[in-house]
Every structure is written in C-alpha cells, then in structure tokens.
C-alpha cells in the first residue's frame, strides 16, 4: 500500500508562487508514476503535471511554463513549483501515485489565487 499526504496550499495573489509537497510512504518502491490533478468546483478534475521513475515529466498545456514537478528521492517527496499563478488555478490539488498495487490518491490541499 502508498500513503500520500500533500502540503504547501494557500492564499496567493495572483503572480504569485506556491509550492506543494507530496509526501509518500509505504511500498513506494511499487510506485511508477507520480501525478498532480486538480479538481475546481463544479469543473472536472484535471491532470496537472507528471513525474515517471525514470524521471520524465509531462504538463497540461494549461501550466506548461509557469508550473514545474520534481522530486526528492531521498525524502520520499513530489514537489510541483506554481509560478505566475493565475485565478484559473484556484483549485483543490490532489497527489496521485500509480503502482502495480493500484492507484492511490492523497487528501488533497486547496490553492487559492485572489487578490
């Protein structure tokens, strides 16, 4: 089994940076990918950003230049850098960890970006 527990949400103005922090534990050596969705109210959830092993990431067009994903492997830790945000990513943010064991997901943190 993973265990995934996010950080670093806040209230941001707007071109402003956040970072969150995804923290697993458990089989993670099980784990093959690590992916940041995002979910606002009343609108589906969207896939953020994405780390593989190997270490290749991918982007929504949407964040692509302004968000980065990265990991520490020596603190078991996912990070996403949001820079330049935008009101439009206003959203709760949910770690996923994909694994030959299944999927897991974490509780979530809420980013706000509001002046």
């Known amino acids: 089994q993973v265990h995934l527990v996010e950080s670093g949400g806040g209230l941001v103005q707007p071109g402003g940076s956040l970072r969150l922090s995804c923290a697993a534990s458990?089989?993670?050596?099980?784990?093959?990918?690590i992916n940041w969705y995002r979910q606002a109210p009343g609108k589906q959830r969207e896939l953020v950003a994405s780390i593989t092993r190997g270490g290749s990431t991918g982007y929504a067009e949407s964040v692509k230049d302004r968000f980065t994903i990265s990991r520490d492997n020596a603190k078991n830790t996912v990070y996403l850098q949001m820079n330049s945000l935008k009101p439009d990513d206003t959203a709760g943010y949910y770690c996923?960890?994909?694994?030959?064991?299944?999927?897991?997901w974490g509780q979530g943190t809420q980013v706000t970006v509001s002046s």
């Open positions: 996923n960890a994909d694994s030959d064991l299944g999927h897991y």
């Open positions: 458990g089989s993670i050596f099980r784990i093959y990918a």
